[in-house]
C-alpha cells in the first residue's frame, strides 16, 4: 500500500525536517522525550513517516514535523523492498543501506525490551528513494561547510576564553573587577559549548579514513591493483579498535561518453568493491551506510589530460566512526 501523497512532505519540507532536526542537535535539546517508546511485543504493521536520523543498524523515523520520533530497528532478516508498480510488475529488493535520510517509507513490526520497533519489513516508493539521494548530495556539501565554519568558530572562541582566564588571574586584588571577568569567561565558555554542540550534532559521523580504488577506462570490473588496494586497507582495519565503525562506498566516472552511461558505471563499479568487501571478509551489509553512484559528479582531477581522467575512474572508500560512541574509541593512526 502506497503512502497517501496529500499526507506526505513535498521535497522542500523534507529538506526542512532534516534542517531542523540537526538544529535540534547541534543546540543541544533534548530530544528524548519525543521519542515514542514501543511496548515490548506490540505490533506496529504499515507504520508511516520520514527518516530523520540514520546509524549503523537503526534509523530514527518521524510521522510529523511535530509528532514523536520512533527509533527502528535493522536486523539481517528485515525485507526492504519497493512498493509494488502495479498489477504486472513487482517490487525490486533493496539493501538496507538504501535507507536514507529524508526517505519516506512505511515499517511493519514488533517492539522490543528497548523500545525500538525491530523492522520485518520496509516498504518505499522508487521515486521517494531518488528524492532523498538528492537530498543527501545537496544536504552532505552543506553540513561540511558548516562543519568547518563552527570548527573556526569555536577555535576563536577558545582563544578569547583563554585571554579572559588570564585577565582574570591579573584582576584577582580587584573583586570588582574580578567578578567582571568571570562573567566575561563564564559567556564565552557557553559560547565555545554551544558551537561544539552544533559541530557534534550536524552529522551522525565522523571520517576516520579514504581508500581510493582506481579503475580502467569503461570498466567496472575489479583488477588485481584494486583488491591488493583493498587487502591492504583490510590489513590496516585488522589493527584498530572498529567499534561503531561504518563505510560509506561512492563510485566515480570521468568525462568520456554521456551522464546516464557514467552514472551507470560508477554504480556498477561501486557494486563490484562492495562485493569483494563482502565476499572476502564478510562484513555485514548493514555496516555499509550508503553505497552510491555519482557518475562524473566529484572529480578528483581536471578531465582535460589523460592523467586527470585516470583519477577520476575510482571508487572512494571512506571509513566513519558512529559519533555516539566516539569518545569511548581510540583515534587511529593514519587518520585523514
Do not use: C
Amino acid at each position: 500500500m502506497k503512502f497517501n501523497r496529500l499526507t506526505l512532505l513535498s521535497p522542500t519540507a523534507l529538506f526542512l525536517l532534516l534542517f531542523v532536526a540537526g538544529a535540534a542537535a547541534a543546540f543541544g535539546q533534548d530530544t528524548a522525550s519525543q521519542t515514542h517508546s514501543v511496548p515490548n511485543g506490540e505490533r506496529m504493521d504499515k507504520f508511516r513517516g520520514v527518516v530523520i536520523k540514520r546509524a549503523a543498524d537503526t534509523f530514527t523515523m518521524s510521522p510529523t514535523m511535530g509528532g514523536e520520533q520512533t527509533v527502528v530497528l535493522l536486523t539481517p532478516s528485515t525485507e526492504v523492498k519497493s512498493h509494488k508498480r502495479g498489477v504486472f510488475r513487482g517490487s525490486k529488493a533493496y539493501e538496507g543501506s538504501y535507507i536514507l535520510r529524508g526517505l519516506r517509507l512505511e515499517v511493519d513490526g514488533v517492539g522490543n525490551p528497548e523500545g525500538q520497533l525491530v523492522a520485518e519489513k520496509v516498504r518505499f516508493d522508487e521515486q521517494d528513494l531518488r528524492t532523498a539521494q538528492a537530498l543527501k548530495s545537496t544536504v552532505d556539501p552543506m553540513e561540511a561547510e558548516l562543519r568547518e565554519k563552527l570548527r573556526v568558530q569555536q577555535a576563536e572562541q577558545e582563544r578569547l576564553a583563554g585571554q579572559i582566564e588570564e585577565t582574570q588571574a591579573i584582576a584577582t586584588s580587584a573583586k570588582a573587577d574580578a567578578a567582571a571577568a568571570q562573567a566575561s569567561a563564564n559567556k564565552a565558555q557557553y559560547t565555545a559549548d554551544t558551537a561544539n554542540n552544533r559541530i557534534n550534532g550536524l552529522d551522525d559521523f565522523d571520517p576516520i579514513k579514504t581508500v581510493t580504488v582506481l579503475f580502467k577506462t569503461g570498466s567496472s570490473n575489479l583488477g588485481p591493483q584494486g583488491k591488493a588496494t583493498i587487502d591492504e586497507a583490510a590489513a590496516w582495519v585488522k589493527t584498530q579498535n572498529t567499534k561503531g565503525w561504518v563505510i560509506a562506498v561512492v563510485g566515480y566516472a570521468d568525462s568520456t561518453g554521456n551522464t546516464a552511461r557514467n552514472r551507470d558505471l560508477s554504480d556498477r563499479r561501486t557494486q563490484s568493491v562492495i562485493y569483494y568487501i563482502v565476499t572476502k571478509y564478510n562484513l555485514p551489509m548493514q555496516r555499509f551506510v550508503q553505497p552510491f553512484g555519482a557518475g562524473q559528479t566529484g572529480s578528483a582531477e581536471e578531465n582535460a589530460s589523460s592523467a586527470g581522467r585516470a583519477k577520476n575512474r575510482r571508487v572512494d572508500i571512506k571509513l566513519m566512526v558512529n559519533k555516539g560512541i566516539a569518545n569511548q574509541v581510540a583515534q587511529p593512526s593514519g587518520q585523514q
